[in-house]
């Protein structure tokens, strides 16, 4: 009976060391996450704002290192610029326009104090003729933003689009 206690415990000891183990190699490896964004309500914009900083929160509480970026595409130019972008598919409505200053806040925040990697599609911008020093700084050129986030993906990176 005692051996048998004996083995119980080691192998309960040898569970919770694997199990630890497994969570560290997690939290060593660290998370890495792209964001899609290619609509134009600003509402769900705000929401992804709102997911990237939640999870940023999460894992600098669990003590993992995270490697966020946001890619934006089409309709995603708008939460670049402050051009109005007349005459474009993209033109800055009512509603972006009420919200413009409180978003850009935003993602200047999680841009320079989080950390978070920004891109926009280089094509999307040159389709409307915006000059790439009209957009907000801190974020890169991306050749193609749907190629950018294929590579995100391919190294790893989970993908993830606010609905």
């Known amino acids: 009976m005692f051996r048998t206690i004996t083995k119980l415990i080691g192998a309960f000891g040898l569970s919770l060391l694997m199990a630890f183990s497994t969570t560290a190699n997690a939290a060593d490896d660290g998370a890495k996450v792209v964001y899609h964004v290619d609509f134009k309500d600003p509402t769900r914009y705000s929401a992804t704002l709102t997911s990237i900083n939640n999870i940023m929160n999460f894992y600098e509480s669990e003590l993992m ?37 409180e978003l850009k ?59």
């Open 65 to 101: 290192e995270a490697d966020v970026h946001l890619v934006f595409v089409g309709y995603g130019l708008r939460f670049t610029t402050d051009d109005a972008l007349k005459g474009t598919p993209y033109e800055a409505d009512e509603a972006l326009l009420k919200r413009r200053d």
């Open 105 to 163: 806040g935003r993602l200047d925040a999680l841009i320079n104090t989080r950390g978070v990697k920004v891109h926009l599609c280089d094509k999307t911008r040159d389709e409307v003729g915006l000059p790439q020093d009209k957009v907000y700084k801190g974020i890169q050129f991306a050749p193609s933003g749907v190629a950018k986030i294929a590579i995100l993906q391919s190294e790893g990176y989970s993908y993830l689009k606010v609905q």
